[in-house]
């Protein structure tokens, strides 16, 4: 995990909580991963169904992929094994 988001746990934590935001993080990392994300960030842009806030705050999100790995390592890390 990169240092600068241990300060960000808050965030971590609140993105593990809620499936759809987190289902939706893992996605846009594997995306960005592997070069794809730009037809996502492009169909995101195109939906009439979703507010210019959200928008917005999902687009900021994607073009951080240091976050998106910090995310995805947290997730891993903090997953509970039954």
């Not at 979703?50 to 910090?70: M, N, R, Y």
């Amino acid at each position: 995990m990169l240092p600068s988001w241990h300060q960000d746990l808050e965030s971590l934590e609140a993105i593990s909580q809620d499936d759809v935001t987190r289902d939706l993080v893992l996605r846009m990392s594997a995306l960005s991963q592997s070069g794809r994300l730009a037809p996502f960030l492009f169909e995101l842009a195109q939906d009439s169904e979703l507010d210019d806030v959200t928008k917005s705050t999902l687009t900021e999100i994607a073009a951080d992929p240091a976050f998106l790995l910090a995310v995805e390592d947290y997730l891993d890390r903090t997953r509970i094994f039954h």
